[in-house]
């Protein structure tokens, strides 16, 4: 079993930054491969960035590549979504997630995932 809690959500304007971090409770956290996705309303959830575990390689989103970049923590048992150069159509609920047996190509499908956060606003003010 694996508790995930996010943090670090906000209001930012367009263009600015901001940090994302999942705190995981549990067993053999690196066991786990960890990933970010999204929510806007009214739309399906999105595939942000995903570390595969024992991998030292992120994964990423069409929508987030080149702005958005995951680091893991596995001494701490987390997991980190740095945002930058932020735009109004990144404003969604944030949520991480967690699986044990995923994979490459199941990376960005989220009912592939057991546990989830409950998640975090991100807006972006244009």
């Known amino acids: 079993q694996l508790q995930l809690v996010e943090s670090g959500g906000g209001l930012v304007p367009t263009g600015g930054s901001l940090r994302l971090s999942c705190q995981a409770s549990?067993?053999?956290?690196?066991?786990?491969?960890m990933a970010w996705f999204r929510q806007a309303p009214g739309s399906e959830r999105e595939f942000v960035a995903a570390f595969k575990r024992y991998n030292s390689n992120a994964y990423y989103g069409n929508a987030v590549k080149g702005r958005f970049t995951m680091f893991r923590d596995n001494a701490k048992n987390a997991v980190y979504l740095q945002m930058d150069s932020l735009r109004a159509e990144d404003t969604a609920i944030y949520y991480c997630a967690a699986d044990r047996n995923l994979i490459t190509s199941s990376l960005g499908v989220s009912s592939e995932y057991d546990y989830w956060g409950q998640g975090i606003q991100v807006t972006v003010s244009s």
């Open positions: 549990g067993r053999a956290f690196n066991t786990y491969t």
